[in-house]
């Protein structure tokens, strides 16, 4: 089977627009309960790791702040991505760079570099994805998000700030070595200049002008429909993002890998492309949508500070903790404890 992978950027991976956060496998697997083999899958986000954080600091529009115990590490996503991709390349797949796909016309791939046929096309092309528009796919609910980086020394803490400064989403800074990612990200219905947020934010901090790269976020979950054959969208063309955290990184691996693993069997054993569908949803749907539904109602709460801070001292650390996690905020009688969390966790 031949495997082409396309890609309009010159170098994979650049620019990074991106928080480079990853969670750790333990926290994907209290995330995820039956997502399994994370080593084999997440070998080159680890081998790429430039610090560990762990814990995640959230502070409210009023200045207070939790502690969530979360494990997680940071990368260089440029170089992962490029690991990631000559990881493809090392098993057979052949990488072509600045080729944009325009659209996809029955198992056609029309591109400014030609027109490639496949027997599947997996969409992995982001949120604003023209494969899934070419074939009438839907589109995720998005918002927009930018970040750069900035010098010094920075505590393993990931701090999020919630607050009319960043409406609807949050602002972070997520510590890397010698320096940390700082960014911001808002909700669906944001309409203004992201940039001036952005530069505001860095300002209080007291960082001067830096120049940040950004792109859009899957806000509220996967879209309802992922496989229109020969096509399949795997990652944030699906919305595979966990809405109360905005990560993807590692939602679009478990879905990609069940992508590959569709097209193969649709290849080789004629199973059709539709099992992908039942396979990612069974895989990880449940916890997304559930923290789109948290999301959701969080989203009444966003635009007014007062009762977002409100709203954050009723939800205290351990409730927070299961936002995070995608899990139901409200606890059973009989709770887990979750990884390094001293707290109990809901069950699904
Ligand atoms: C500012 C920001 C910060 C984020 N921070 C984090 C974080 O810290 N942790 C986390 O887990 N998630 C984070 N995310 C989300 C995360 O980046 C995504 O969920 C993740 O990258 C999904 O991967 P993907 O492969 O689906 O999409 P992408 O990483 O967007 O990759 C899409 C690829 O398709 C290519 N492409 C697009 N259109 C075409 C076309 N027409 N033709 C050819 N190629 C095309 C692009 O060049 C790109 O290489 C962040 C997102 C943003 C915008």
Request: hydrophobic residues 40%; proline residues 6%.
């Amino acid at each position: 089977m031949r495997t082409l992978l396309l890609d309009r950027r010159k170098v994979v991976g650049v620019p990074v627009q991106c928080g480079e956060y990853v969670a750790k496998n333990e926290e994907v697997r209290a995330i995820f309960p039956t997502v399994a083999e994370l080593e084999d899958l997440m070998a080159v986000p680890y081998r790429g790791k430039r610090r560990d954080t762990d814990v995640i600091r959230l502070w409210s529009p009023g200045g207070r702040h939790w502690d969530v115990p979360f494990q997680g590490f940071t990368v260089a996503r440029d170089a992962m991505d490029q690991g990631l991709a000559d990881q493809a390349v090392e098993a057979g797949a052949e990488l072509r760079t600045l080729t944009n796909c325009f659209a996809v016309r029955g198992h056609e791939v029309v591109t400014d570099h030609g027109t490639f046929e496949a027997k599947v096309i997996v969409g992995a092309d982001g949120p604003n994805s023209r494969v899934a528009k070419s074939v009438g796919l839907p589109k995720p609910v998005t918002g927009p998000a930018m970040s750069c980086l900035v010098g010094g020394d920075f505590s393993s803490a990931t701090d999020l700030f919630f607050g009319d400064f960043a409406p609807g989403g949050y602002a972070w800074i997520i510590p890397k070595d010698g320096c940390a990612n700082v960014g911001l990200g808002t909700w669906q219905h944001f309409d203004g200049n992201l940039a001036h947020l952005f530069s505001a934010f860095l300002r209080k901090h007291g960082w001067s002008e830096h120049h940040g790269t950004g792109g859009h976020v899957p806000v509220l979950g996967p879209v309802e429909r992922t496989v229109a054959p020969p096509v399949i969208l795997a990652g944030d063309s699906a919305g595979q993002v966990m809405a109360t955290n905005g990560g993807g990184i590692n939602v679009a691996m478990i879905a990609g890998r069940i992508a590959g693993h569709a097209a193969a069997d649709h290849v080789e054993r004629g199973v059709p492309l539709e099992a992908y569908e039942t396979k990612w949803r069974s895989a990880v749907g449940e916890p997304l949508a559930r923290g789109a539904r948290i999301k959701r109602l969080a989203d009444r709460f966003f635009g007014n500070d007062w009762m977002l801070d409100v709203a954050m001292r009723m939800l205290g650390t351990r409730r927070m903790a299961r936002a995070i996690r995608c899990q139901s905020l409200w606890l059973p009688a009989r709770a887990v404890l979750p990884p390094n969390d001293g707290e109990p966790a809901a069950s699904a």
